[in-house]
């Protein structure tokens, strides 16, 4: 029986397989990687002196896992200084499908090469989306998706970001977008996408965001998302 809790909302839970998985994951870190700074999404953090960091989330899709959805992963990235992703992985235990990239050494998904698609027009691009726990920033992404949605092929809506990114790289997928997540929500698959081939832009505005997708292709999915997300009046 999972032990759930809540977090942001409600509807944003965590369970006793998060915190363990986390645990696994920082204890080993703590033994191979003392001297390096550590940031997980259930409360683990530590200050390095290496100059390098470990970004975790260690169930990542949570509501999924809870509901019996096959569609959740263990998300690791290590950042250095400014410079970001150094290494990243998103492992996908339901179909063991382990993705990861190095900076510099390309994208692997079970230790094959891939990258994204080569490009459609948008309007033939799947799109893959995401959305917040609480209900004014829902509203607001409501808004956003009734732009994107009739200018491309379809918008996919998994309910986790880590393997939406590593689709994209794998060329599951031609572009992604998504507002209000956390660091460890992004860090490995941003750093597979751009191993892959693809981009990545922020998104300015409250709540902040990201979009990925084939150089190409960005710009023209940058100006269906791009507007700052804000709450509607009265809310």
Known sequence: M???????????MVSDADHAAEAV????LARERPDDGLLGEEGSSAVGSSGRRWVVDPLDGTTNYLFGIPQWAVSVALEEGDEG??????????????????????????????????????EQSPVATGFSYEPAVRAAQAETLRTVLPRVRDV???????????????????GYYERGLQPWDWAAGRLLVTEAGGEVSELDGDPPGL?????????????????????????
């Open 156 to 174: 996919r809506r998994a309910g986790a970001a880590s393997l939406d990114l590593a689709w994209l790289a794998a060329g599951r997928l031609d």
């Open 211 to 235: 979009a990925a997708a084939r150089p190409e292709l960005l710009p023209g999915l940058l100006e269906l998302v791009d507007a700052p997300a804000q709450p509607p009046v009265g809310d």
């Open 85 to 122: 992703g150094v290494v990243g992985v998103v492992f996908d235990p339901v179909r063991d499908e382990l993705f990861a990239a190095a900076r510099g050494e390309g994208a692997a998904l079970n230790g094959g090469r891939i990258s994204l698609r080569d490009p459609a027009p948008l």
């Open 25 to 28: 994951v920082v204890e080993v």
């Open 2 to 12: 999972q032990v759930v809790d809540r977090k942001s909302s409600a509807t944003d």
